[in-house]
């Protein structure tokens, strides 16, 4: 009886631990109920077209002897020429404008 009343807080503390460990053991988590996380792969959006500014993701564009760096407005560009022809720098424009399936039907250039 010594023993008992000397240690009675171990005596406690042990029961308390045997008790912990059955109820885990009874009702614990035995990993039926596995959720496997998959990362979805996000969408990248397009770019919209504004009418009236379809070629705003081509630029700036150099081609040689000229700069197409801005709209001045819907279906207006602004073309800085280096040297050529007012001409030629047009149709080259218009190329371009083309080659990117764009309509230059509809645009103006100002020439800077």
């Known amino acids: 009886m010594k023993f008992f009343?000397?240690?009675?807080?171990?005596?406690?503390?042990?029961?308390?631990v045997i008790g912990m460990a059955t109820v885990k053991t009874k009702f614990g988590f035995k990993g039926k109920y596995v959720v496997e996380i998959v990362p979805q792969p996000t969408e990248i959006p397009k770019p919209t077209l504004v009418p009236g500014f379809e070629v705003l993701n081509f630029l700036p564009y150099q081609g040689v002897g000229f700069v197409?760096?801005?709209?001045?407005?819907?279906?207006e560009l602004a073309v800085q020429i280096k040297g050529i022809d007012k001409k030629l720098a047009e149709k080259m424009v218009f190329e371009?404008?083309?080659?990117?399936?764009?309509?230059?039907?509809?645009?103006?250039l100002k020439i800077e």
């Not at 197409?68 to 279906?75: A, Q, T």
């Open 96 to 108: 371009w404008m083309k080659e990117n399936k764009v309509a230059t039907e509809s645009y103006k």
């Open 68 to 75: 197409v760096d801005r709209y001045l407005g819907p279906n």
């Open 5 to 16: 009343g000397k240690y009675w807080v171990i005596l406690i503390l042990c029961l308390v």
